[in-house]
């Protein structure tokens, strides 16, 4: 299977935009880019995913590079609620593509 | 619309004993996951269960656990003569379909510790 890396921390400040990276040179042409998130105490939740292009949602943005070997989770005015550990995950077309592999993810933290 | 729910939050049981672990779907879910995360570490998938159907159990211990999802009321796995090494965080999660395109709804998982 594909494997993504990412920063174990990173930091930001509320209400400025955050770029949160992963490398996944592996990454096969069927594999989708999903992120989830799990703020402390809780399970974690989906937040956005791409296979190509960019992707818009409430939560946040996805900006996938032109060769798919790495992508980035944008979040635009990051608050105080923001602050949990964000997974980048591969996840294959077909076969057995429920399997969601959470790796140890980027811990954010959002200074007031 | 609830949530995936589970329940109890925090289960605290004594080695040996047995833990049972509890997980409603959303509404109209009909396929069940179940993930372990120990301390300091990722969630790992354990099983994957639709109505009254394992369908992959790869990630289960071969001993002492199992898990069910019968026609009526909710998914259950089950811990049989729990060690200290159980003692994590189980997390339930619920999707109308396993497609690469669905998203997995997780409950607030139940923590356990054994004593």
Known sequence: DAKTTQPNSMESNEEEPVHLPCNHSTISGTDYIHWYRQLPSQGPEYVIHGLTSNVNNRMASLAIAED???STLILHRATLRDAAVYYCI???SGGS???????????????P | NAGVMQNPRHLVRRRGQEARLRCSPMKGHS????????????????????KENIIDESGMPKERFSAEFPKEGPSILRIQQVVR???AAYFCASSPSPGESYEQYFGPGTRLTVT
């Open chain 2, 31 to 50: 396929h069940v996951y179940w993930y372990r995360q120990l301390p300091e570490e990722g969630l790992k998938f354990m099983v994957y269960l639709q």
């Open chain 1, 90 to 92: 591969l996840r294959r």
């Open chain 1, 68 to 70: 798919r070997k790495s």
């Open chain 2, 85 to 87: 090494g159980d003692s």
């Open chain 1, 97 to 111: 593509n429920y399997k969601l592999t959470f790796g140890k993810g980027t811990l954010l933290t959002v200074n």
